[in-house]
């Protein structure tokens, strides 16, 4: 059975710094890419960050660039997402997902685009 586990989520200050980790299990995700999404209180899922196979290409929503870092350990079967700088507006659901297969060039920011995906863990940013 294949799952995706979220930690590190809680509540933080603005302008402070959190970091989530994706652990999954049941397969390896070594060949896949993987992302992370988010979805705040009567609003629909939104991109976040995602992460090519083997770390080497990574995109992000304009409204995180410079702030978010995504990254990954393949040994570890886990992915990371290190948040610095945090506003209010971070304040969400934020989801791990992983994508089904291999595939060549950019990683997806759809959620369409990945097959796999974690609980959630929650992240609030107060003023």
């Known amino acids: 059975q294949v799952q995706l586990v979220e930690s590190g989520g809680g509540l933080v200050q603005a302008g402070g710094s959190l970091r989530l980790s994706c652990a999954a299990s049941?397969?390896?995700?070594?060949?896949?890419?993987m992302g992370w999404f988010r979805q705040a209180p009567g609003k629909e899922r939104e991109f976040v960050a995602a992460?090519?196979?083997?770390?080497?290409?990574?995109r992000y929503a304009d409204s995180v660039k410079g702030r978010f870092t995504i990254s990954r350990d393949n040994a570890k079967n886990t992915v990371y997402l290190q948040m610095n700088s945090l506003k209010p507006e971070d304040t969400a659901v934020y989801y791990c997902a992983a994508t089904n297969s291999f595939t060549i060039g950019p990683p997806s920011n759809a959620p369409s685009g990945y097959a796999y995906w974690g609980q959630g863990t929650q992240i609030t940013v107060s003023s």
């Open positions: 992460i090519n196979w083997n770390g080497g290409n990574t």
């Open positions: 049941g397969r390896t995700f070594s060949t896949n890419a």
